[in-house]
């Protein structure tokens, strides 16, 4: 092996985010004939200024760490295979099955907004609720899961590197998409979640790894920073997104939840993609596309305002924008106020309708003619 094939990855001890278990399994398997090396740093922060110093080639980041201290210089070019970003719940019961007022510890306002979704007949709380919460991770989740035990509180949310960071194999339930199952809530994860981004300098030689490396991942992440960066600030930790690189196969395959909308007598013939030729075929199977979900939950978990795109690879960066260009019309219709119906007919109309709703506890009457999200879900 020559010295050309031997890289040095500068590794910070497991922070609870998956990353640097992620990253020894990989410096492991020696990939593609590459030679590997370890070099264990104490912190994260010593870990870069060694990288940009070249005292090493690669440092694994989490997507949410570079997402929040992007440093020129640096460059992200390099996804390992996405894990599963999907958070879950630690506890006796599924999400459906919680005793009627349970307690349930979500680990982030946006997962506690969409468990209250799913189950507004339990009580949903934050760790910074509770009295005597540890600051560390792995301590924190030490504590809740002794808490569970002790019969305080029936459950509470983490991430799968934290669950396995447990002295004992406690019961977890996957608060999945659940694209097989209408009849189970759905979890759309936060964004950023479960990627592994292994940093070098901008002149490293990344065209040795276009083997070991995801690409379908790293474009994933570059489309879901660029989501994340259309948004508000404010918003940003109120939303849940997934942006997945999918055979249309698979698409075609989700019978639960969205999967209904798709059942064509033939899907593969009918789902064509845009084309200005007279013979436009519909897709092969194992096309790859696009899939992004975007949504955000008002807090009392009543509203969901959200947008689900598919689209072929090359319509990317405009099908990304768009998404967001939607979302943000639905959220601005959601914050408006609206106005009484006047006209004869359509007012009628709305009469009943808002009764109807009214009449199956769907709409108080106090919101009628109040907007959907109010100030203090954005806050």
């Given at each position: 092996m020559s010295g050309d094939d031997r890289f040095e990855i500068l590794l910070c001890p497991e922070m609870g985010d998956g990353v640097s278990t992620h990253a020894q399994k990989f410096i492991d398997s020696s990939p593609d004939g590459l030679e590997l090396v370890e070099k264990p740093v104490p912190h994260l922060e010593t870990a870069i200024q060694l990288l940009t110093e070249g005292h090493g080639d690669m440092v694994p980041v989490s997507a949410k760490w570079w997402y929040e201290n992007r440093t020129k210089g640096l460059s992200s070019a390099?996804?390992?295979?996405?894990?599963?970003?999907?958070?879950?719940?630690?506890?006796?019961?599924?999400?459906?099955?919680?005793?009627?007022?349970?307690i349930i510890i979500a680990d982030c306002e946006m997962v506690k907004r969409q468990i209250i979704r799913s189950r507004k007949d339990i009580q949903v709380k934050l760790p910074s609720e509770l009295d005597g919460v540890p600051d560390i991770n792995f301590e924190r989740v030490e504590w809740l899961e002794d808490l569970r035990q002790k019969g305080e509180i029936d459950g509470y949310v983490t991430t799968r590197a934290l669950h396995a960071s447990l002295p004992s194999r406690a019961r977890r339930h996957t608060l999945g998409m659940q694209r097989q199952d209408d009849t189970r809530s759905r979890f759309i994860p936060l964004p950023l979640e479960g990627y592994t981004v292994l940093l070098t300098r901008e002149?490293?030689?990344a065209s040795r790894f276009s083997k070991v490396i995801d690409a379908g991942a790293a474009l994933s992440l570059r489309l879901e920073m660029t989501i994340l960066d259309s948004i508000e600030e404010n918003m940003r930790d109120k939303v849940a997104l997934i942006v997945e690189q999918r055979k249309v196969r698979t698409i075609l395959q989700d019978v639960g939840n969205r999967g209904r909308s798709?059942?064509?007598?033939?899907?593969?013939?009918?789902?064509?993609?845009?084309?200005?030729?007279?013979?436009?075929?519909?897709?092969?199977?194992?096309?790859?596309?696009?899939?992004?979900?975007?949504?955000?939950?008002?807090?009392?978990?009543?509203?969901?305002?959200?947008?689900?795109?598919?689209?072929p690879?090359?319509?990317?960066?405009?099908?990304?924008?768009?998404?967001?260009?939607?979302?943000?019309?639905?959220?601005?219709i959601a914050r408006e106020s609206p106005e009484e119906e006047k006209r004869g007919r359509m007012k009628e109309m709305m009469d009943v309708y808002i009764e109807d709703l009214v009449s199956h506890g769907r709409l108080s009457e106090d919101r009628i003619h109040s907007p959907l999200f109010k100030e203090e879900d954005h806050e």
């Open positions: 390099l996804v390992l295979p996405r894990r599963e970003p999907t958070r879950v719940l630690v506890g006796e019961n599924k999400p459906e099955y919680i005793p009627k007022n349970g002149d490293f030689p798709l059942g064509f007598e033939n899907p593969l013939t009918e789902w064509k993609t845009f084309t200005s030729t007279e013979k436009s075929i519909g897709p092969k199977d194992s096309d790859p596309r696009i899939d992004i979900i975007l949504e955000t939950v008002n807090k009392d978990g009543s509203v969901t305002t959200s947008v689900e795109r598919i689209f690879i090359e319509e990317s960066h405009s099908g990304a924008q768009n998404l967001v260009f939607n979302w943000k019309q639905i959220l601005k």
